[in-house]
């Protein structure tokens, strides 16, 4: 991990001393310990303070958005999906991005380090797959793969798929089924049963839209959520609304999501927003045999057709 | 719950199914009253904010009918609303919303027949469920009660 840092600031400082980018987006070290926070580095000192561990939990490719200028930027696997997608959406050009790739083996679960630690994180150490915690009452360690996020237990794509200066060999790829064991179960259920789980899992949502805010598929200039005439949810913690804002956040995912758990990274609740997610992903690829940001020239799911798509259901 | 009548938010396509609705009342054809039509200009406008709002305030059930793929007005409206259709189906039903809530349909405007046994299979289903459960939402004072 400390030489892939090296590298990327190495990569970051070559690339702003020679001008080919104004600005590269990484991680720095945030202000508590086991939570990065994004960095825009802007000249080859600030590259200095770019760092790589397993907290990169955010998704940088939110920051890429109507930016103006040549940007290099930071990417895991599902980072350099999204930046295939904002390219395919129009948010950004290939031309202007330059992506420092790295080969990803996971971010650890913040709700995972939190249960380790059992108390406020003091400081926190990663070394040979093992990351220490220290808190006011002793010191724990643990195996980074057992502290992994839902999401990257389950990635499939830990490379990047656009990789202009890599910042380390590619890294073997794990899983290799597309099974959803949570998804699945949830489909198992009565319909009852599933709506009752639902709201019970919505419960806690306080409508903070800290998911939204971290997921870098969200730019609309006017969010539905903000639109008032007519006004399509309530803003209120009513159990419809709080429904009706998570479904309609992940449908407009559908088909663009590459399930990098940024929003569960980011929701303080805990929400396990990814459930819906997830099925659309599934019924994208089960449907319409579609993969999220595996290209920069095919247009998402919902964007296009074909003359014979599913329609058992269409009387 | 035999006397229930539902109240089922229909969306019909100017070009086909709007002008098969008219058909069939021209025709004289029979299908229940339970319907309440909202006219779109093709089955391609449909969000799934819409639906969401029509079971919100109380529908039993909404209904979608627009051109037959390839006879769309605006050439390919209807092959998105296709796809939107069957993600959205399956992300309601997934949270527990009965299969029979929601139903799509492709009816040209020179198909009244079909239009109204189309019409009359919906209300029939909806029937059978009864009055909807899910996504209602209750004003302050229905809460307090």
């Known amino acids: ?315 | 719950m035999t006397d229930f009548e539902p109240k089922i938010i229909t969306f019909l396509c100017n070009w086909c199914s709007y002008g098969a609705a008219d058909l069939a009342g021209v025709s004289r054809f029979q299908y229940p009253p339970n319907m309440r039509v909202v006219r779109v200009p093709c089955s391609g406008r449909i969000s799934p904010k819409m639906i969401l709002a029509a079971l919100r305030k109380g529908a039993d059930a909404v209904w979608v009918s627009g051109c037959h793929p390839g006879d769309c007005h605006y050439i390919e409206g209807n092959y998105y609303a296709r796809r939107k259709f069957t993600l959205l189906k399956e992300l309601l039903e997934y949270q527990g919303i009965e299969p029979g809530r929601l139903h799509f349909s492709w009816i040209s405007s020179a198909e009244g027949v079909k239009f109204a046994q189309v019409a009359n299979d919906v209300i029939a289903e909806v029937k059978k469920l009864g009055p909807a459960k899910h996504f209602i939402k209750k004003t302050p004072g229905e809460i307090a009660a």
Request: aromatic content about 6%.
């Open chain 1, 1 to 315: 991990m400390i030489n892939y840092t090296e590298n990327i600031r190495k990569i970051s400082s070559d690339l702003l001393k020679s001008g080919k980018v104004d600005v590269v987006i990484g991680y720095k070290s945030g202000t508590l310990p086991g939570v990065n926070e994004p960095f825009l580095a802007k000249t080859p000192e600030d590259a200095d303070k770019l760092v790589w561990d397993s907290q990169c939990r955010l998704n940088l490719a939110n920051y890429l958005t109507h930016r103006k200028d040549k940007v290099g930027i930071v990417a895991k696997g599902c980072d350099s999906r999204n930046i295939n997608t904002h390219i395919v959406e129009r948010r950004i050009s290939r031309e202007q991005v330059t992506v420092i790739g790295v080969p990803c083996t996971g971010m650890t679960d913040k709700t995972r380090l939190k249960e380790l630690a059992g108390g406020d994180i003091l400081t926190l150490t990663e070394a040979g797959g093992k990351i220490t915690v220290k808190t006011a009452k002793g010191e724990k360690t643990a195996d980074k793969n057992d502290l992994l996020q839902d999401n990257c237990i389950r990635c499939l794509h830990r490379n990047p798929v656009i990789n202009d200066i890599p910042a380390a060999d590619p890294v073997p790829e794990v899983n290799t089924t597309r099974n959803n064991d949570a998804i699945e179960k949830i489909e198992a259920m009565s319909a009852d049963e599933r709506w009752a789980f639902f709201d019970d899992l919505l419960s806690g949502c306080t409508r903070c839209y800290a998911c939204k805010n971290a997921c870098p598929l969200c730019y609309c200039p006017t969010c539905f959520v903000d639109e008032s005439r007519p006004q399509w949810v309530g803003k209120g913690d009513d159990p419809v609304d709080v429904r009706t804002y998570h479904t309609l956040r992940a449908f407009h995912c559908a088909g663009r999501c590459t399930d990098c758990g940024a929003c569960e990274a980011a929701c303080p609740m805990n929400i396990k927003v990814r459930l819906l997610t997830g099925k659309l992903e599934k019924s994208c690829y089960e449907r319409f045999g579609w993969e999220a940001g595996m290209t920069s020239d095919v247009r998402p799911a919902l964007d296009t057709f074909t003359t014979h798509d599913p329609e058992e259901f269409i009387k």
